[in-house]
């Protein structure tokens, strides 16, 4: 569901956990194992070693990223990273290197007497501004040099629409990188803004009347280290391979949104008027669409889909938009002329002549379109598909079964 695991070794056991020799019961993790077959191995990938950039009463702590496997070492089908390497292989099957680049927004706010998380804020700043008298400036910069100090490129960061609000833009990797860059930046930025009594959210929608967090995914495809969406003869220089996996982005946004956007909040944000994307429409000039072609080409050239959200699980993410892109190249997926009008202010017969779709409504109607969606589901394979899915419907059925605040204002004095 997206949030970080992890167990400690204490410094006599590292060479141990190094060699892949650390089990643990797999059956006590939402959406692993089977309680009968409950033993997983963890094996570290020894390129995401690094040394957290904090100490605390246990001094320097060193972490590393694990694949999960079976005890004799083989994949196991329910661990998130194994399923992103597959989509990565299928990619470079061939003979692509998927390649991308985030921009995560979150919310920083104010905590408790007691330490819990509030919504309050006393930043007041808008989109860019420079609000150096609130801590949250000071935070994020925090954030910044600390993930810089742990190897991960930053190329921006600033202050976002609503109050309180903020984004962090990484420079462009492959994709595993990326999963785990998006993962250990929230570790840390939650880390980070613990320190200054803060609380980092990357919950899509904390704030009523406010714009909501996205995480734009800017991404491409190279071919023997040359970008494979780039081709200058063709209109808006966009080659050929670049239009059909923007077709198959389009194709399957229905599909992967339960992947992308995975909350019953995430579709608060997913409304009209807050700059968030509802409708299945690329452009090449503003940014109301679901997919954006940003100005620069060359090496640059690439697709901005803005659907995601923070709160997704990074791995399964971008195993989704990977396999879409994928699937709209080989069955050649035309996603019709860029719409280069504000998608909001079209009309009705407008949206049916050019054929605009519309994301899910909600967290329940977007399961059953992942469900349908074999692509996606396939990407994700049998067993993750099966623990997603149970756990979204429980969490929907838990929702509708809740009686909230707005309902109680509206009717409890009406009735």
């Not at 200054?196 to 023997?224: C, E, I, V, W």
Request: include cysteine; glycine fraction near 8%; aromatic fraction near 8%.
């Amino acid at each position: 569901m997206g949030s970080n695991k992890n167990v400690e070794v204490p410094a006599g056991q590292f060479r141990k956990a190094l060699a892949g020799e650390i089990l643990f019961d797999g059956s006590s993790i939402e959406g692993f194992v089977r309680i009968e077959e409950s033993d997983t191995l963890l094996r570290p990938d020894l390129e995401t070693f690094r040394i957290l950039p904090w100490e605390d009463g246990r001094g320097r702590i060193a972490r590393v990223i694990c694949d999960v496997t079976l005890p004799d070492g083989s994949r196991f089908s329910g661990c998130p990273r194994t399923a992103l390497r597959q989509v990565v292989e299928t990619a470079h099957s061939r003979g692509f290197t998927p390649v991308l680049g985030p921009e995560i927004e979150f919310f920083l706010f104010h905590r408790n007497e007691d330490g819990s998380p509030s919504t309050n804020t006393q930043d007041t700043g808008g989109y860019f501004d420079l609000t150096p008298m609130h801590r949250g400036e000071e935070c994020r910069g925090r954030i910044v040099n600390a993930m810089e100090e742990m190897g991960y490129a930053v190329e921006a960061s600033h202050h976002e629409v609503a109050p309180g609000q903020h984004e962090i833009d990484f420079r462009r990797a492959e994709a595993v990188q990326i999963a785990d860059t998006i993962a250990t930046f929230r570790l840390v930025a939650r880390k980070i803004a613990l320190e200054y009594n803060l609380h980092a959210t990357f919950m899509p929608k904390p704030l009523d009347g406010r714009n909501g967090s996205g995480m734009h995914l800017h991404q491409s495809l190279f071919l023997d280290g040359v970008n494979a969406f780039h081709d200058p003869e063709r209109p808006l220089q966009l080659s050929e391979t670049a239009v059909h996996y923007i077709g198959g982005l389009l194709a399957h946004a229905r599909g992967m949104c339960a992947v992308t956007n995975p909350l019953v909040n995430s579709y608060k944000r997913l409304v009209p008027g807050f700059e968030a994307p509802t409708n299945i429409v690329w452009s090449e000039h503003n940014v109301s669409p679901l997919a954006r072609i940003p100005a620069r080409r060359g090496d640059s050239t690439r697709v901005e889909l803005r659907m995601p959200d923070p709160s997704c699980n990074p791995y399964l993410a971008l195993a989704a938009m990977i396999s879409a892109g994928l699937d709209g190249i080989e069955n050649g997926r035309d996603p019709g002329e860029p719409v280069n009008k504000d998608v909001f202010k079209l009309s009705y017969r407008e949206r049916r002549r050019l054929r605009i779709d519309e994301l899910p409504l909600d967290l329940r109607e977007a399961v059953k379109e992942l469900k349908k969606d074999r692509t996606i589901s396939g990407a994700l394979g049998k067993s993750i598909m099966g623990c997603l899915v149970e756990a979204q419907k429980a969490a929907w059925q838990e929702y509708t079964g809740t009686v909230h605040t707005w309902e109680l204002d509206r009717y409890l004095g009406r009735y």
